[in-house]
């Protein structure tokens, strides 16, 4: 069993990030197949921001920070913009609880809490690859605990 874990831990933060990077291009892209849901979403929640401009953009946003994560780049910082566009959906269900169905969650609500886990994935994988910086000796930014 050792060997099963030990190969677990081994594959378990790149698994994770490329499958993180997979899901976001798929909901990035979709975004330009029909902005129209999550126009209407916006429109219930976020009036100002309703409009396929902005859906647009917020794919584009996807899209880039996935390839990021998939080709392994800057993902740390993919992982702030991801950590980002997340909250942004997640406000949804303080700011507009009727558009979620709150707490008793209707479609639109399921489909949004999703987001809750793939922002803590989005931890998991920020975390992982800070760690492997630092392990590797390859973080640049100034430690200020020592100064």
């Known amino acids: 069993m050792d060997t099963l874990f030990t190969t677990v831990q081994r594959i378990?933060?790149?698994?994770?990030?490329i499958s993180l990077g997979i899901i976001l291009l798929w909901i990035g892209a979709l975004k330009f197949v029909d902005p129209s849901p999550i126009v209407?979403?916006?429109?219930?929640?976020?009036?100002?921001l309703a409009?396929?401009?902005f859906v647009y953009v917020l794919g584009v946003?996807?899209?880039?920070?996935?390839?990021?994560?998939?080709?392994?780049?800057?993902?740390?910082?993919?992982?702030?913009?991801?950590?980002?566009l997340f909250a942004g959906t997640l406000t949804i269900f303080v700011i507009s609880?009727?558009?979620?169905?709150f707490p008793f969650l209707n479609m639109a609500g399921q489909f949004l809490l999703k987001d809750l886990v793939l922002f803590a994935a989005?931890?998991?994988?920020?975390?992982?690859?800070?760690?492997?910086a630092r392990e590797h000796g390859t973080e640049t930014q100034p430690d200020f605990r020592r100064a």
């Not at 609880?97 to 169905?101: E, K, Q, R, S």
């Not at 994988?125 to 492997?132: E, H, R």
Request: hydrophobic share 65%.
């Open 61 to 84: 946003f996807e899209i880039l920070a996935a390839l990021a994560l998939i080709l392994g780049i800057g993902v740390r910082y993919a992982g702030l913009l991801v950590l980002a």
């Open 12 to 17: 378990a933060a790149p698994f994770l990030r």
């Open 97 to 101: 609880p009727a558009v979620t169905g």
């Open 122 to 132: 989005t931890f998991a994988v920020i975390a992982a690859d800070y760690a492997k």
């Open 51 to 53: 409009f396929e401009g």
């Open 40 to 48: 209407e979403l916006l429109g219930a929640s976020l009036p100002f």
